[in-house]
């Protein structure tokens, strides 16, 4: 029983390492350390100790952990991290793709992950991606559709109505052909990212 208890607490403390892993941005490498070590010890106190089927469980969490260190590695090496940055520099930026010098459409939202994403159809073609030092990132769109959005109070009323419908909304911001600062703002639902990110900020917490 002390074998099989060793051996279990070893492969759980590689799974949580793993786990850790693929939570963060940017994996540190004392997780990955400590990854291998917990599985190999697993490995190592089931086939010395175990019986013979817990020697196949441990391998096969073993096995299952450096598997999954691996492709996170190979996910960060081949996805850029989204940067994190301040929310006025972030407004200042979303502004600036805003204005009437901007991209016809631009479309700003919350992912389910917790980023700002911005993407823009037109001449030019930015993409941000951003996540929050601090601050609501459901309070920085409305912010972006007061300031630049025609009937700006009805589309944050629709904005906050998706979203306490459990819709991960998105704003549709389209550039009108006289020209000006505001823009049409339609309310869509954002593809792929249909769960909404669960915010700290009380307007936008989902009861």
């Given at each position: 029983m002390t074998a099989?208890?060793?051996?279990?607490?070893?492969l759980v403390l590689?799974?949580?390492d793993l786990l850790r892993i693929w939570r963060r941005e940017q994996p540190r490498w004392r997780d990955r350390l400590s990854l291998a070590f917990w599985a190999g010890l697993g490995v190592f106190s089931a086939e010395s100790w175990a019986p013979g089927w817990m020697v196949v469980v441990a391998w096969v969490v073993a096995g299952f952990c450096w598997v999954g260190a691996v492709a996170a590695t190979v996910l960060q090496t081949l996805v850029p991290p989204v940067p994190v940055v301040e929310e006025q520099q972030l407004r200042q930026r979303?502004?600036?793709?805003?204005g009437p010098d901007g991209p016809e459409t631009t479309t700003v939202g919350v992912t389910s992950t917790g980023f700002v994403a911005v993407r823009t159809r037109g001449e030019r073609l930015p993409v941000m991606a951003a996540r929050l030092v601090c601050g609501c990132r459901f309070c920085l769109v409305e912010e972006i559709l007061t300031a630049v959005g025609e009937d700006a109070e009805r589309a944050v009323e629709q904005y906050r109505g998706e979203r306490s419908r459990g819709v991960n909304a998105m704003a549709v911001l389209t550039r009108n052909a006289t020209?000006?600062?505001?823009?049409?703002?339609?309310?869509?639902?954002?593809?792929?990212?249909?769960?909404?990110?669960?915010?700290?900020c009380f307007t936008h917490s989902l009861r």
């Open positions: 099989f208890g060793a051996v279990l607490v070893c590689a799974l949580w979303m502004l600036a793709v805003c020209g000006g600062r505001r823009r049409r703002a339609d309310i869509l639902p954002m593809a792929g990212n249909r769960r909404p990110f669960r915010a700290g």
